[in-house]
């Protein structure tokens, strides 16, 4: 018999880690799946990620803003859970290029709106929702890609709208976003990485 190779992954976050938690259920509990989220990586000890991954017993390692620059530190990391692609889910670092040559075309961003609208550096979560309902705009959307050395600009896999009322809060867009997220992420890193 044929037994299909599994593919470990990692979860890179650093917030709430309700996209991370989302993909693990996925993956992780579907005994069907060929793709498991074997490592969940944050540059915050304090994140909520922290608590989601240990309650559905993903490890977790804590690497710190400055550990990131140790390429031999974080490959190690990674080696041990021989992980093959990588998925941000909410994760704020830039990804150092000794990342993108050792994962080509197998590191994936979810960005919270319409890329190229509201994307770079400093562009993430509330931010995000902020600028789309200050510029006006009627609609807003998640934008699934792949990463390369400028944030937010590598190949878009997939991307989905919402409208955006008059009335809308930012608060409003999130819950529209995350919504828009928990039903499309998963199933395109699976339809990316198989
Ligand atoms: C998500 O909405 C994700 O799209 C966004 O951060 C949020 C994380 O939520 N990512 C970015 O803004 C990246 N620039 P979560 O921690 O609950 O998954």
Known sequence: MMVEKMMNIAVFASGNGSNAENLIKYFNTNPESRIRVALVVTNRASAGVVERASRLGVPVAHIARDRFADADHVLDQLDRYDIEAIVLAGFLLMIPDYLLHRY???????????????????????NVHRAVVESGDTETGITIHLVNEVYDSGRILFQTSVPVLPIDTPADVESKIHALESLHFPRVVAETLL
């Open 104 to 126: 080509p075309d197998r590191i994936i961003n979810i960005h919270p709106s319409l890329l190229p609208r509201h994307g770079g550096k400093g562009m993430y979560g509330a």
